[in-house]
């Protein structure tokens, strides 16, 4: 259930992107250029949509997290209107994690300017085998104390938006020191720090977050202990603060895209005559057109559901997400094959922009935890859920009479 500020702001939004975003979308294999981007974020502040999620106190407009998906939506109605209203990955991720750990100090030199559109962020956890991907443990990466701060020495890739990011939170490994464990440090450092080196630039099929997914090496860089985020050791439980929220918002963004593809579909299938009748009239097109239509419903109410949770319980809330996570990562990639699929030859062709979405919504099964990484934990946290319940007197269900 949204607020009517959420239902007001959802439908300022869906205009803004319909009359003033959609014309101004790059053309294939094009990129939309820093000077444009501006323009249109100015015209989004002027229209009141700009950074929905932010801090008001930063520059946005503080819609709480249960409200967030029908905006969002709207926003990924175009694959370029998350960056128009600030609300992209890794940004939009990163500001509510600046937002909830990030001391005052830190808050004024990295999130006023996130929220402004004046810098964007990174957020480096994965590295190259053997180290973290899937499972954070291996995460090699080193933090070792220096006079006045932290040295990072390691090795990232697939970081997104890092070539010409303002900086990074880095993901490293760090030694038990006084009152603080041993375990994993999130520190803040710019990206033109020294001992910094970024590249080889890895090709991926997505397109749609500037900057690139590079490799981004620490040599020795120097982090001063005013940079540390948070606790030093607490790094695995705040990534969970980001991670939560964040693959939700990656489903909404996502599944305002699949609508678009649904919207595609649902044209051609009334204008196209095939065998004496409107492809919406043919039962196997139903039934592409009813599966997708099952999937968007679905995938937004499970959305809503952990957003809710989340607020209240983030431990619950995790859960759900992980079980959105991984419905809506392959609900949106159905959505938008069977709309390749309903427009036959146009839909694999650069007449219609679907293989484009095709391209990027299909690595969202692959990051954010993979889908077999949340189902092997979805499955584990039920087992152990009901063992916990039997243990504690409730009978067995399974036992033969
Ligand atoms: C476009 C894109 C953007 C990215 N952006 C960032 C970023 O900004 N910052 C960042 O730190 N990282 C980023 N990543 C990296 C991403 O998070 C990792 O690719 C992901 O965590 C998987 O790690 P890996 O590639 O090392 O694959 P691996 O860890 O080698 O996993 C490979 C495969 O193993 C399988 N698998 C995993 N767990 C299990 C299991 N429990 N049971 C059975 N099978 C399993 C899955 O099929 C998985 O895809 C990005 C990746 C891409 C593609």
């Known amino acids: 259930m949204t607020t009517d500020a959420a239902t007001a702001l959802a439908a300022r939004t869906r205009a803004f992107v319909r009359e003033?975003?959609?014309?101004?979308?790059?053309?294939?294999?094009?990129?939309?250029?820093?000077?444009?981007?501006?323009e249109l974020r100015a015209a989004a502040r002027d229209a009141g949509v700009y950074a929905p999620h932010a801090p008001v106190a930063f520059g946005g407009l503080g819609l709480p997290l249960t409200d967030w998906s029908p905006v969002f939506q709207e926003a990924g109605y175009s694959p370029i209107g998350p960056a128009v209203l600030n609300c992209m990955a890794p940004d939009e991720g990163n500001m509510r994690l600046l937002e909830k750990v990030a001391t005052p100090e830190q808050q004024e030199r990295w999130l006023r300017p996130l929220v402004a559109g004046s810098i964007r962020s990174s957020f480096a956890m994965t590295e190259p085998h053997p180290g973290a991907g899937s499972d954070p443990d291996a995460l090699a990466t080193t933090a070792r104390r220096v006079e006045g701060g932290w040295a990072i020495d390691g090795e990232k890739r697939f970081i997104s938006g890092a070539e010409g990011a303002g900086f990074a939170i880095v993901m490293a490994r760090t030694e038990a020191e006084g009152d603080f464990e041993a375990g994993a440090t999130m520190l803040l450092?710019?990206?033109?720090?020294?001992?910094?080196t970024i590249g080889p630039s890895i090709r991926t099929i997505e397109a749609a977050i500037a900057g690139g997914h590079p490799h981004v090496r620490f040599d020795g860089v120097f982090v001063p202990d005013a940079e540390v985020l948070g606790d030093p050791g607490q790094g695995f439980r705040y990534a969970q603060v980001r991670l939560g929220p964040a693959r939700l918002t990656h489903c909404m963004r996502w599944l305002g895209l699949a609508r678009r593809s649904f919207d595609i579909a649902l044209d051609r299938a009334n204008a196209r005559?095939?065998?004496g009748s409107p492809l919406a009239d043919l039962g196997v097109a139903q039934a592409l057109l009813a599966d997708s239509a099952i999937d968007l419903e679905t995938a937004d109410a499970l959305i809503d559901k952990a957003a809710?949770?989340?607020?209240?319980?983030?431990?619950?809330?995790a859960a759900l997400s992980s079980i959105a996570k991984v419905h809506c990562s392959e609900a949106v990639w159905r959505v938008i094959d069977r709309a390749v699929q309903l427009c036959g030859g146009d839909g694999v062709s650069s007449g219609l922009p679907l293989i484009q979405y095709l391209n990027e919504v299909r690595p969202f099964r692959i990051y954010d935890g993979s889908s077999e990484t949340h189902r092997w934990v979805i499955a584990r946290r039920a087992a152990r859920a009901r063992a916990r319940e039997v243990a504690a007197g409730e009978p067995r269900r399974d036992e033969v009479s």
């Open 20 to 38: 003033v975003v959609i014309p101004a979308e790059p053309g294939w294999g094009e990129t939309l250029g820093a000077d444009v981007l501006d």
């Open 189 to 196: 450092t710019p990206l033109d720090a020294p001992g910094i």
């Open 273 to 275: 005559e095939l065998f």
């Open 308 to 317: 809710r949770v989340l607020e209240t319980d983030p431990r619950a809330g």
